[in-house]
């Protein structure tokens, strides 16, 4: 069930109306909520409803545990035990394929031909996104960070919440469980503010994503030796609008449809591509994750507490296991790999000219931004064959025949309105929270109208739902 659309219009328009009708009893619309999100992620594949109960009941259990132990090593214990249960469900579904693969294929390097057990196993939509929520929940019970929740449904809801369920953001116990303990309330601003996201992403997801994906992305991807270095280099730089559109969407109306219920979310992208660096690039782009890598990966391996080599190699280490978290192939992992060795050369670099500022702002950006597209090529290539063939498309110079004036609007455009202020859209929700009602029903209507009326037929998923 897509956003975009119009079961999922109806289905959440249900949820609204039934959930301020429980307002006052928020255990009962606590326990609504979690039914409809068990509803909204049966639409995908109700079998899988299961994981989702089994995994919120083993975090919450795990920290039940935590919490009641009187001894360091035995918490230490039970934090160990629940994040690697975490990773076994996560690694089972995602990787067991890819793990006997690689398997199959290094005893074949020593002629040791041989047939292992190879699963088909169906990949749970936002499993990852779920899984690092249930990690962070009983770590930071661990660490102090975050009160236990106060039942088994409060767990369950945070894990399962159907607006940030299937493609983030990853929103932290810490920020979600003191909001379920109370009774939300709904204010004008926070309605204004939920509605103009769901439309701005919708707008971005169904019209300007959508287009450059069907227009150009997808048939230069799929086959980049049919075509010459500008249809080439225009379907780069139109995947990096394409992808910041299509993810961005989606937290926008993450984040509006949790306000219209009541709930904030935290903001997942700020301006990525005008980042001076790799390092200020992911703090800019999909927030919730490179916090989670920073909290849970680099900082327990070390992070910088040990001298700039060591700093390095942990960061080295996190962009790979980041790469992998996006997939189970290689293109990810050499797509982390570039990632963290751009930013070991950005770290050697500050240590050789003394955190001087020898380039630009300006040059800076341009440089980060073709260092991120760069990454795009091995992040959307299927196969380390076809980045080759992208690549080697850069150098040959032939007539173009997908770049037209409307797709070069598209570029442009996406990424004019990349660069809005920071806080556009809730200034907009500001100066709009007065306007009488009728008035405010008609803009925003007109807006959803607008925008059907300019998007192309159908709706593609978004692309993070395979991570």
């Not at 009941?57 to 035995?74: F, Y």
């Not at 032939?398 to 660069?419: D, K, N, R, W, Y």
Request: net charge positive.
């Amino acid at each position: 069930m897509l956003f975009p659309t119009l079961a999922f219009a109806v289905f959440f328009l249900f949820v609204y109306l039934v959930s301020w009708s429980l307002d006052r009893e928020n255990g009962r619309r606590k326990l609504f909520l979690l039914l409809a999100s068990w509803f909204f992620y049966a639409q995908w594949d109700w079998r899988f409803v299961g994981l989702l109960i089994a995994s919120a009941v083993l975090n919450w259990g795990v920290a039940a545990l935590i919490v009641r132990s009187d001894r360091a090593g035995r918490r230490k214990l039970w934090v160990g035990l629940g994040v690697a249960a975490n990773l076994v469900i996560l690694g089972f579904f995602k990787y067991y394929g890819f793990f006997v693969e690689q398997a199959v294929d290094l005893l074949a390097q020593f002629g040791w031909e041989r047939d292992l057990p190879l699963l088909q196993v169906v990949l749970p939509v936002g499993i990852s996104f779920f899984t690092f929520q249930g990690i962070s929940y009983v770590v930071d019970v661990y660490r102090g960070k975050t009160a236990p929740a106060e039942s088994l449904l409060d767990v369950m809801l945070l894990m399962s919440f159907f607006p940030h369920l299937v493609a983030g953001p990853i929103v932290r116990a810490s920020d979600l469980l003191p909001q379920f303990a109370r009774v939300p309330r709904l204010t004008r601003e926070m309605a204004t503010h939920g509605l103009l996201l769901i439309v701005w992403g919708l707008f971005k997801k169904t019209v300007i994503a959508s287009e450059l994906a069907t227009r150009l992305v997808d048939p230069v991807f799929f086959d980049p030796s049919a075509y010459g270095a500008i249809d080439i280099a225009a379907a780069v730089y139109a995947y990096a609008v394409q992808i910041y559109c299509d993810f961005s969407a989606y937290s926008d109306m993450a984040i509006g449809i949790a306000a219209l219920l009541g709930y904030s979310f935290p903001r997942n992208f700020d301006q990525p591509y005008r980042a001076a660096s790799m390092q200020a690039f992911w703090r800019r782009w999909h927030i919730s994750l490179s916090s989670w890598l920073r909290d849970y990966l680099y900082v327990p391996l070390g992070g910088g507490r040990k001298g700039l080599w060591s700093s390095c190699l942990n960061v080295m280490i996190t962009m790979l296991l980041g790469g992998l978290w996006h997939g189970a192939a290689w293109t990810f992992v050499a797509w982390g790999a570039l990632h963290g060795g751009a930013q070991v050369v950005e770290r050697l670099g500050r240590a050789v000219v003394k955190d001087r500022k020898v380039i630009p702002t300006w040059l800076g950006v341009l440089i980060t931004f073709h260092v991120v597209c760069l990454g795009w090529i091995l992040f959307r290539a299927e196969t380390f064959d076809l980045a080759v063939q992208m690549l080697v498309g850069l150098g040959r110079f032939e007539a173009f025949s997908l770049v037209t004036p409307f797709v070069l609007v598209l570029i442009v455009g996406g990424l004019a309105m990349h660069g809005l202020p920071p806080r556009a859209i809730e200034g907009l929700a500001e100066r709009l929270k007065t306007a009488p009602s009728p008035t405010l029903g008609v803009l925003i209507g007109a807006a959803i109208l607008l925008v059907e009326a300019m998007r192309p037929e159908g709706v593609a998923p978004f692309i993070y739902f395979q991570f």
